[in-house]
Every structure is written in C-alpha cells, then in structure tokens.
C-alpha cells in the first residue's frame, strides 16, 4: 500500500505494480464498514468494482483504468485530495474514477451496499456523522444475512440457512475454501447412495439422514463463497455440475438397493433423471430466450408481479415447482420411511407436476409477450439444441423451405419428430428396425427445426423436444429390450449426455458459447446419438446390446469431460455463481 495525491501519481505508482495483479484506488479519508471495501475491492467474478471512496480493477480493466486517471489528469480540480487552489475536490479521486471508466465502456460493478456505509467526509462533522452511522449497524449481521440468497425456496429458507449460515461462517474462520465444502457434500451424497444401495432399512434411513445433511452442505458452500467473496473458476464448474452429479448418484443407489431386494426400478430411476433433466433444459432456455429480448413484458408476468406482493403466495409457488431444497426432503423422507419403488414414483409425479405447471406458465407468457429476440438469444438456443453433424447438414438443404414456413414451425416439427421416434421406440418389438425408421426421420426433423434462426415466440421449446426425444429414445429402447443390464448402461449413457449438456448451458451464462463444435461433432449431436443407440438396439438386441451402450457412455464421457475439465481449470472460465434463487 502506498500513498499519492495526485491522478499522474496515482497512474506512475499503479504502472509499477505487476500487471497481473489487482490494483485498487482508496481515498484516504474513507470512513465506512470493512466489509464495503471488500465488496469493491476483492470479489473475484468483476473486472473492476467501486463504491464510494474506492474503486479496483483487475488486470483486464487495468488499461481502461490507467486512461481514466490519465483523462483526469488532464483536468486536476476535478479530483483528488486537492484541487489546485486548495479548495474541495467535487469528487474524491477514486468516484471520479469510477465516472471515467464508465463514460469508457468499462463500468465498474457498483455492490449494493444497504445498511453499509462507504463515505468519503468533506469535513469533521461529516467524519463525525459518518462514523456515527458505521457504529451503529451491526457489520457481522449484514454480512452473515447477505451470504444468503434472496429467493431461496421455502425448505432452503426456513429449515436450512437460519443454520447454515453460522456454519459457512465457522468454515471462514478455519480458512476452509467454499471448494472444499463443495466436495465435501458431494462425497456425503455419494456415502448416501452408497447407503441407500444396501436395500436394507437402516441403510436407506441413513441414507435419507445423510441426503439432507449432503443439503445442508450444498448450501453452505455458496454462503461461504458469498460470506468470504471466494468466488473461483474451478469453484464455477464444481458448482454447476456437482448438484446434478449427487442427486444421479443417489438415483443410481436407490435402484441398486431395490434390486438387492428383488425389484427392478431402473426404469424409473432413468425416467426420474430424464425428467429433471428436461426440466431443467426448460428453464435455461426459456431465460436465455428472454433475457435480452426487446419489449419483453406481458400481461401474465405482470399478473406474477402482482401475485408477488401477497407474501404467502411467493412461498406456495416456489414449493409447487418442487426446487431442489423441497425436492430433497421429499426424497430423503420417503427414502427412511417407504420403498425405491414408491419413492421414484411420487417424485415423477411431483416433478411431472411441477414441469407441467412452469411450463404453461412460459408458454402463456410467450405468447403474450411482444419480445423482438436478439442474435444472441437464437445463438444460445441453436447451441443448446446441441446439433451435430447430420442435423447441421440437413439443416443447410433445408433452409430455404424453412424461412417461408410460419413461426410457429420450429417447435412443432421438433415436438412431432421428438415424439415419434420416443413413441416408436417405446411400442416396437424387440430387434425391430422400426426405431431405426423412426430416428432417421427424427434427424430430418431435427434439422429442419434448426434451419432457421429460433427467433419465434416458442423457439425455446425446441432444445427441451430435442433432449426429451433423445433422452426418451434410448429410456424406451432399453426397457423394451429386455437385456440384462440393458437399463443400468442406459442410465450411465444419459448420464453422460447429460453431464455434456449442463456443461454447455454453464458456458453459456458465463459468456464464453458453447463447447467447441468440435466436441459437439465429435459426440455426433442428440440427432446422431439418437440413430446410432436405435441402430444399435436392432443389430445388437441380445446381450450385445448392454455392452454397446456401456461402450457409447464410457466413450461419451470421457470426450466431454476431458474437454470440460480443460476448460474449467482454464484462466478464460468464467466464475459463474448463480444467485437468482434456488434452481428446480
């Protein structure tokens, strides 16, 4: 730390600091919480922060901070300590900083501080005032409230945070990284499974036990990060993937232990996992469809509003889309007091529920909606659509009869395509080359979708029909062939898929696109995936078939993750976090 009065000092002190260091510029008559100069000065996720009194940068805002101090040199009485006759500066130097960068295309990320003071006084009595103000707010309360998120579900809210809080705290204070925590939860989930793959009683109460304290773990992790702003890349990536990760696994065990008691529910564990996951797919694309859109109001968002402001309706609808806090309880409940079986069974129908319900709801407000759609926005969904190579060319031939289609084509031709080749699979015999049919007319449809750019009010529904065609495709064809093992492959085949297409939707909230399309070649697309697991079913019906698609899963997943892993680890990650609320 080292002082200067002047932006021409300011700027040679900053030069002689590394370059890739972060670099911060406090006024020395700062009077405010500690905690509001953390918040400026060390969270990770933004390339400069201010707020009064301070503003950093770290190394890619560096030049645009080295040309606002030189803008402002040009102009002296305008900041600093000092103006030239002695007077008051209008502003202290780092604010008018932080104006520069703005009026620079490099806007500082500006917290919001509530409560918390960040003042630079003019005078004694103001020092005075402000000190007054630090004293009386109570800076540890603040920021153990704000380690929480805002719009977490009822179960997280009530039953979770009032806790885990002061044990993401208790972790800060022992100099426990929020990566650390993240693991830790992830292995407790895996224990869980573990325990739930006995079949016994006792195994499945503790397993149901160790589920939610695996929960409680899962949310402190974030409130550690949020706590002690260790936002990481490598914290990103475990963050986004080790929620799908635990709850897969516990699936996996719950099969596991039934079929040590002599019943076979693989099926509907895959069926659970085919059904998050395509939830999930309708919440990332109707947010990526809809989050830069133009004129993006409808009347049915303004009814949401409105129901907003009736307090007990906000908690009644984050319970009925069943979030991960309430879904967890459920499974962890039914897991200690009833069977697999049963377990699986009511959360297809909780989660079916819930899916139907948030769906309806985004289908209504597109429609209502008059939202001009960015390139952007047809980007994310051509790249969650995860088209390979069949799809790609297909879609080229296509094109122009598809730009004379109406608007509402796209989603139509790839819920028709989606359906018959899941129907087909799911009602032909065993060894039958139906399916085959059915999926190469499903790649002629899936190509036809894509041939256009998805810029129509339903657009987003296009990647979900894709994931529920493919993920459908390969559930239905596994169960209809009665093969030993069939069902257990299948489900570690759609788990890799899987783990390909959280991985890409991460990439996309953080900035950077989606997978390189060679991966994406490389993994043939949901089309090609869809043709060969249907070609496979019908020349490989017998036990061939098991092993076929433990081949395609191994095969599958380590392509992706390799990839994913380099890419994660990489400086170019992104440190994505997401704090909109509790995701489904």
Known sequence: MVEADTPDAVAELLAQAPAEDRVAVVDRRFVGHRHALRLALTDPRFDAAAVPGAVSARPAARQALTGALAALAAAPVAAGPRAADGAAPTAPLPDALADALDAQGAAPYRPELGVLVAAVPADSAGRAAAEAAVAAVDEESVRLRSAVKSR?????????????????????????TP????????LVALIAAGCAATGTRGGYVAAGVLLLASFVLDCTDGQLARYSLQYSTLGAW?????????????????ALGAARGGDDVWALALGAMVLQTCRHVVDFAFTEANHDAAANTSPTAALSGRLDSVGWTV????????????????????TAVTTPRITF???????????????????LRSLTRRAQRTDRAAQALADLADSGPLAEAGARALRPL?????????????L??????????????????WPVLAAAFYVLTSAFAVARPLKGALDWLVPPFFRAGEYGTVLALAAVSGVNGALPAAFGLVAAVAYHHYDTVYRIRGGTGAPPRALVRAAGGHEGRTLVVALMAALAHHTGFTVALTVLAVALALLVLTESVRFWVSSAA????????EPA
């Open 402 to 414: 598809a730009r004379r289609m109406p608007v509402f084509v796209p989603p139509v031709v790839a």
């Open 345 to 363: 069974v009511v959360l297809l129908v909780g989660c079916g529920l819930a899916a139907c319900y948030t769906t309806a709801g985004r289908v």
């Open 238 to 254: 475990l963050d986004a993937t080790f929620d799908r990760a635990k709850e897969y696994a516990y699936y996996a065990g719950l």
């Open 315 to 334: 908690w009644v609808r984050r319970m009925v889309v069943l979030p991960i806090g309430e879904r967890w309880a459920l499974i962890a409940v039914l």
């Open 152 to 176: 977490d579900g009822f179960f997280t809210t009530h039953f979770i945070s009032p806790y885990s809080r002061y044990l993401a705290r208790w972790c800060a204070r022992r100099g426990l």
């Open 179 to 186: 990566n650390q925590v993240t693991t830790a939860s992830l």
């Open 416 to 433: 028709i395509g989606a359906a018959a080749v899941t129907a087909t699979a799911a009602l032909a015999s065993r060894g039958s080359w």
């Open 574 to 581: 992104p440190a994505v976090h997401d704090e909109s609320g």
